[in-house]
């Protein structure tokens, strides 16, 4: 494939009119299978970038192309372009009466017959695309247990299986890792990485550690004030690429520990 996966050509957005952009002229282009991490202080715009890129945001101004498919300022994207973009939310947003099965399940749902679905019905594709992904989360012998009775890991691990049972082309996780110590930070981006390569998917994930987007990301951008500061392959990434990204940036709101994807 020569195409691009992500393409976005001077891209602004303002939250609430007059405000400062949240975007403010962005242009970059992601290929097909490409791992993008995506870095910068608190107010930055990563989430407002993903929120673009997943086709959640309205009244931005400038070209966006995702999967080939233009998006609309004004309007959301059609079911089946959703079903190619999986988002994996930091609260993770799981059923908690559901089974981990029926949770992971639930990713198929916009690729599957509504109608079989809503009778939990599901194909042999979309039962076979569920449990490699309880598998590759590690959590196949979890699939009877309800969620609300699991650790924060393992909802965690979950909410990434759904992800991936969705088959997506592309991959956004919004700051996937901030609460976890370092040994589980690492765990949980090996399985997103290695689980998109084997799929042949893009990622993009948003994160606040340099030292995590240079590991797990073939290519770094850094934003700040809206901006890209610089958009390099990660080995070429210095620590003083990411002191100018972090100098000076206002401390984040509230207890960064707490923080959720808004
Ligand atoms: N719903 C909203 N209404 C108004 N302003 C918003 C809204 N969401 C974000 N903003 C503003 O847009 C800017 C970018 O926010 P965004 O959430 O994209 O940053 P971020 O890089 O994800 O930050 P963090 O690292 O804290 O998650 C900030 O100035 C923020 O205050
Ligand atoms: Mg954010």
Not at 91 to 110: H, K, P
Not at 216 to 225: E, K, N, P, S
Not at 247 to 258: E, I, K, N, V
Request: with cysteine; proline share 5%.
């Amino acid at each position: 494939m020569t195409d691009s996966a992500i393409r976005l050509d001077d891209i602004t957005h303002r939250h609430t009119p007059g405000a400062e952009p949240a975007l403010d002229g962005i242009s970059l282009r992601v290929d097909p299978g490409e791992t993008i991490a995506l870095l910068g202080p608190s107010g930055a715009g990563k989430t407002t970038l993903m929120a673009l890129i997943d086709g959640r945001l309205r009244n931005w101004s400038g070209a966006a192309r995702v999967l080939d498919e233009p998006l609309s300022s004004l309007r959301a994207p059609s079911g089946a372009a959703r079903a190619e973009i999986g988002f994996i939310f930091q609260e993770f947003a799981l059923i908690d009466r559901a089974t981990v099965r029926q949770n992971v399940l639930n990713g198929r749902l916009g690729r599957t017959n509504a109608f079989s679905a809503f009778f939990g019905r599901f194909s042999a594709a979309d039962t076979y695309a569920a449990d490699r992904a309880m598998a590759d989360a590690g959590i196949s012998t979890l699939a009877d247990r309800r969620a609300d009775s699991l650790s924060g890991g393992q909802r965690q691990r979950v909410a990434i299986a759904r992800c991936l049972a969705q088959e997506p082309r592309v991959i956004l996780a919004d700051e996937p890792v901030s609460n976890l110590d370092p040994a589980r930070a690492a765990d949980i981006l090996t399985l997103i990485t290695d689980a998109a390569r084997q799929r042949g998917a893009t990622v993009i994930f948003s994160s606040h550690q340099p030292d995590l987007a240079r590991r797990f990301a073939a290519r770094i951008i850094g934003l700040r004030d809206g901006r890209i500061l610089f958009d390099r392959p990660a080995g070429q990434v210095t620590d003083d690429d990411t002191d100018k990204l972090y100098r000076d940036a206002p401390a984040p709101q509230g207890d960064g520990a707490l923080r959720l994807v808004v």
